[in-house]
């Protein structure tokens, strides 16, 4: 096992050994499963990972998680099969197997609730700046040989998951040859199926998977390219309806509740942190999931959410709940551990019909 990455060592070439590592122990006879979180930075963590093992010989199949899902659900894991190896990409890192006995390989940068000891371990969190899935796996993909074509698949990461501003050279270098602009745009239409009522991201990743630089996403016109366009269109319209529904303030919380089958909870939460810059803002979201309640909780106080939530957590709660980043986090809770959870935080009237 391998863990985080060390802030002295270079973290590109640790990856890149842990990387070599994991595949020594892979069956070349059978499929690699590359599994990722249905962000930009999972999406692209998982293109990166199959175009550079597919070009070096090996067998890579891509998954995505979907609404809801996590690969730790019996079903989803249940589903994956029995492949030559996993490779787990921005989902987290958790102590229990995916698929016990399995080779597994976890790529991630989030906040680690456990150390799984069945699985190399390529961590980026504590790194200083840190690095996002996306970047972890395009320096772990230089195993396989030079990745410089997929440099800008790298950089929509570090954009999607807001590193842009923590100067990489790989970004740099990626906007030296791709362009800002169109790396950010890609970025955006890329978030953009994920977060629709259907969050089907295949047509991001196919672009993704297929294509030699952010134009083709931006500038495609193939049915994928406008699925991207749609979805766009409409995480808007559902994030200007959101909106408008005022926070209710208890203390230092401030609640927004609202009803949308898109996933715009983080979008308004991070929204209201910027208007209210002295409270903990959780914007929770009751038309996501049926029978579950989803919520982003975000601060501009420099307060560790993780923490926070960890605090206040109904004794329900699952692996859903409190997980990410120490400035980014939120969960999921059923209906009865949701009331359990607003009701301890001062808002008994937000509860719902259990």
Known sequence: MIGALSQHTDPGISARAAFAKALAGFDRDRAIVVLGHFDADGLVAIAILVRALRHAGWQAEPRVTGKGETPWDDAFAASLGTPGGLI?????????????????????????????????????????????????AWWAAGALGDQADLLWLAALGLIGDMAD???????????????????????????????????????????????????????????????????K????????????????????????????????????????????????????????RDDWVHFATRSARGENLV????????????????????????????????????TGLGFPEEQVPA
């Open 88 to 136: 787990v990409a921005d989902l987290g890192t958790r102590p229990d197997a995916v698929r016990p006995g399995v080779p597994t390989v976890v790529i991630d940068h989030h906040l680690p609730t456990g150390t799984p000891a069945e699985a190399i371990t390529i961590s980026g969190n504590g790194l200083t700046p840190e690095p996002t899935t996306a970047l972890l």
């Open 165 to 231: 501003e923590r100067g990489f050279p790989e970004l740099a270098e990626a906007q030296a040859r791709w362009g800002k602009t169109a790396l950010k745009d890609a970025v955006s239409l890329v978030n953009a199926p994920r977060r629709t009522a259907t969050a089907d991201a295949s047509p991001a990743l196919r672009l993704l998977l297929a294509g030699d630089g952010p134009k083709a996403i931006t500038k495609g016109d193939g049915a994928d390219a406008r699925a991207l366009v749609a979805a």
């Open 233 to 288: 269109a409409e995480v808007r319209e559902a994030v200007e309806a959101a909106r408008r529904v005022a926070p209710k303030v208890r203390g230092d919380v401030a609640l927004i509740r609202f009803a949308s089958p898109c996933q715009i909870h983080p979008l308004i939460a991070q929204q209201w942190r910027g208007r209210l810059k002295d409270k903990i803002v959780i914007a929770a979201n009751t038309g996501y």
């Open 307 to 342: 923490d926070f939530l960890a605090g206040h957590r109904p004794p329900g709660a699952d692996s859903r709940y409190g997980n990410g980043h120490a400035q980014a986090t939120g969960g999921a809770l059923r209906h009865g551990d949701w009331n359990a959870f607003v």
